[in-house]
């Protein structure tokens, strides 16, 4: 079975730009979840999708948003790019229990975003 | 959100010993505690995760250890290998369905 896949894999924009990442899940996976990873604060939760609706969001700011398709595939967009902005941005799937949190979330390899 | 203080930050061993990372969470509230292992380029790896019903899981040489009334947990590494070189996180479910809150991450060496 084919993993996470994540497509640009990297992406080098200006600050003031936007960019859109593109996360396809494992087949059968309807939950995708979003993380910024930086070497100041490590990994951080931005969002979560299930069945195409936000089920969980983190502390970010309002530039940062996404969206779900009905074949699980996610997108998440950043509008006015600053530089703090520059990090890796990891899609992870999962298949989820209902009513369980422990469900094994598959990570993607990420897209290194640079922004100048 | 809860948070997760991860310990320590970065962790020389040689081949053959044993690794130690720990990890302390806030929360009471939940019940499941993963450690994903992230290689360069790669994303991160689920490698061992644990309930708080029990003590100890162990496989292979990757074993957690949780101590509920502390609220800690840790990752023992046996008989640690260089291709055990690796960042390792811990993690603890942080609010409504599958977000996850992770610690600040431990790198890895194992000299050969």
């Known amino acids: 079975k084919a993993g996470v896949t994540q497509t640009p894999r990297y992406l080098i924009k200006t600050r003031g730009q936007q960019v859109t990442l593109s996360c396809s899940p494992i087949?059968?996976?309807?939950?995708v979840s979003w993380y910024q990873q930086t070497p100041g604060q490590g990994l951080q939760f931005l969002f979560e999708y299930f069945s195409e609706t936000q089920r969980n969001k983190g502390n970010f700011p309002g530039r940062f948003s996404g969206r779900q398709f009905s074949n699980s595939r996610s997108e998440m967009n950043v509008s006015t790019l600053e530089l703090g902005d520059s990090a890796l941005y990891l899609c992870a799937s999962s298949f989820p229990a209902p009513g369980q949190g422990d469900d094994e979330q598959f990570f993607g390899p990420g897209t290194r975003l640079t922004v100048l | 959100q809860q948070q997760v203080k991860q310990s320590p930050q970065s962790l020389i061993v040689q081949k053959g010993g044993i690794s130690i990372i720990n990890c302390a969470y806030e929360?009471?509230?939940?019940?499941?505690f993963p450690w994903y292992q992230q290689f360069p380029g790669k994303g991160p790896a689920l490698l061992i995760a644990?309930?708080?019903?029990?003590s100890e899981k162990k496989e292979g040489r990757f074993t957690i250890s949780f101590n509920k009334s502390a609220k800690q947990f840790s990752l023992h590494i046996m008989d640690s290998q260089p291709g055990d070189s690796a960042t390792y996180f811990c993690?603890?479910?942080?609010?409504?369905?599958?977000?996850?809150?992770f610690g600040g991450g431990t790198r890895l060496m194992v000299k050969p």
């Open positions: 929360n009471t509230a939940f019940d499941y």
């Open positions: 993690a603890a479910p942080g609010g409504a369905g599958n977000m996850l809150t």
């Open positions: 087949s059968g996976h309807r939950s």
């Open positions: 644990i309930r708080p019903d029990v």
